[in-house]
């Protein structure tokens, strides 16, 4: 396949797969500030970049607007997702953020926000070398605009402020093969409420089963299960980036997370993310953690449902309760709470539950990408200890 774009960026490209002679490391070094363009890429002339300051509630509207009826969908087109703007405003607004990596497309004339793309910082490690990145993510052109060539100069005016930033590595996943995957992941999914997935045609019933058995077999417990296990509050901030940074060391790809990105991206914030620990009765040490965040997707086509209600699997650590334990209660406070389905990837170590713990695989596989940085190998998805938005 060609790439005519990808083929121009510091990228790893399909052609050097298996070339165990290029280094692991930076592709291209750094550009001096003086030399990085200074005014933005050229859009087609019915067209103007603007930035989106999401602490403005008009302009936050206008992104959830274009994401709600343009972003990601399935590929039997069953769901769209459907990020609240509360989750939008959490995903963009973590420390360190720049507004200015906040990008918005409007038509001239009528003002209308027809794309959007962002990036956000975050230190990154890659084996034993910390990385300052920017997350890439929301990249959406308006259905009616799609295949004219936008994407990439969206991607190229991103990495522009980037770079202004003196930034020069990125990381973003997408569920289209692109040069070139550090890594590949499966989608799982735990039904929660099988009665409304098999209605929207996700699920069907199983050969000789009923939907009362069906029903049945993906029941959960009333309350959790682990003694000690609450939800996460301000205070155990310091334990739990303790407990974290220790805990990811094992993968190859990680956040470099401290005690500011444990604030922002773990503690509990209502519809958005929800994060719990497991604090031992008798020692009051934190032992555990697991949390997961909410995002629905509006069903397409569907006369009797019209939101999903997904949880998805964030980050999660187990030192004394067997993950598995951890995890079923992350299943039935998410139950508790009305989701219809628990999603997680199979990074990390969630492989050593996904199957006991009813899930399903997903028929979605999600890529992940490092720009200008190239790894000596592609990535086992547990050698992953990065989720993206
Ligand atoms: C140092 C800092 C660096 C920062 C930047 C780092 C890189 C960040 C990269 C971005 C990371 C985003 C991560 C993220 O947001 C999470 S992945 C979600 C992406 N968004 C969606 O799928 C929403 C629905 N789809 C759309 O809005 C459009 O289809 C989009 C906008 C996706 C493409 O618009 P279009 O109208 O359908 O297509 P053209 O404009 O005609 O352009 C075609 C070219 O775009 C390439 N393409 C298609 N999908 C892509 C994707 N998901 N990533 C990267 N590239 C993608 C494609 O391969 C082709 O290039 P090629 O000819 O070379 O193959
Ligand atoms: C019921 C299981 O599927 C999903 O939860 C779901 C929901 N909405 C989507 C919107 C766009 C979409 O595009 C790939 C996929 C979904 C999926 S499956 C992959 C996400 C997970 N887990």
Redesign the pocket.
């Known amino acids: 396949?060609?790439?005519?774009?990808?083929?121009t960026?510091p990228v790893g490209q399909f052609k050097d797969l298996g070339d165990s002679s290029l280094p692991e490391g930076p592709i291209e070094p750094p550009t001096p500030l003086s030399e990085v363009k200074q005014e933005a890429y050229n859009l087609p002339s019915q067209y103007e970049w603007t930035t989106c300051d999401m602490d403005s509630e008009d302009m936050c509207n206008e992104v959830y607007v274009l994401l709600t009826n343009?972003?990601?969908?399935d590929d039997e087109n069953m769901f769209r997702f459907n990020y609240s703007k509360e989750f939008l405003r959490w995903a963009l607004r973590p420390p360190g953020f720049y507004r200015s990596w906040h990008i918005g497309v409007r038509v001239k004339t009528s003002k209308k926000l027809v794309?959007f793309?962002t990036?956000v910082p975050a230190r990154i490690r890659v084996r034993d070398t910390v990385v300052m990145?920017?997350e890439?993510?929301?990249?959406?052109?308006?259905?009616k605009?799609?295949?004219?060539?936008?994407?990439?100069v969206?991607?190229k005016e991103?990495?522009r402020r980037?770079?202004m930033e003196n930034?020069?590595?990125?990381a973003?996943?997408?569920?289209?093969v692109?040069p070139t995957p550090v890594s590949t992941c499966q989608y799982w999914h735990r039904s929660l409420n099988p009665k409304k997935l098999i209605d929207v045609g996700f699920s069907r019933l199983g050969a000789r089963m009923t939907m009362s058995r069906t029903i049945k077999l993906y029941k959960l417990p009333d309350q959790t299960v682990t003694p000690g296990f609450r939800k996460m509050e301000p205070h155990d901030v310091p334990a739990v980036t303790r407990l974290l940074r220790n805990y990811l060391k094992q993968f190859v790809v990680a956040p470099d997370f401290d005690e500011n990105d444990v604030e922002h991206w773990l503690l509990s914030k209502e519809g958005v993310i929800d994060s719990y620990l497991v604090e031992s009765p008798q020692t009051h040490e934190i032992t555990d953690f697991c949390s997961f965040y909410t995002l629905p997707s509006s069903i397409l086509g569907n006369q009797n449902h019209t939101t999903l209600k997904a949880a998805y699997s964030y980050y999660n650590v187990s030192t004394k309760t067997p993950l598995i334990q951890l995890m079923n209660d992350a299943l039935i406070v998410a139950k508790q709470k009305d989701f219809d389905v628990f999603n997680a990837l199979d990074v990390m170590q969630n492989d050593s539950f996904l199957k006991e713990l009813k899930f399903g695989p997903g028929d979605g596989k999600l890529h992940y990408?490092l720009?200008?940085y190239r790894t000596k190998h592609v990535l086992r998805s547990s050698e992953l200890g990065l989720v993206?938005l």
């Open positions: 396949k060609r790439h005519k774009f990808w083929e960026q343009n972003y990601v969908e794309a793309i990036g990145m920017a890439i993510n929301f990249l959406c052109v308006h259905k605009l799609r295949s004219k060539r936008l994407a990439p969206m991607i991103v990495t980037v770079h930034i020069w590595q990125a973003y996943t997408a569920g289209v692109l990408y720009y200008n993206l």
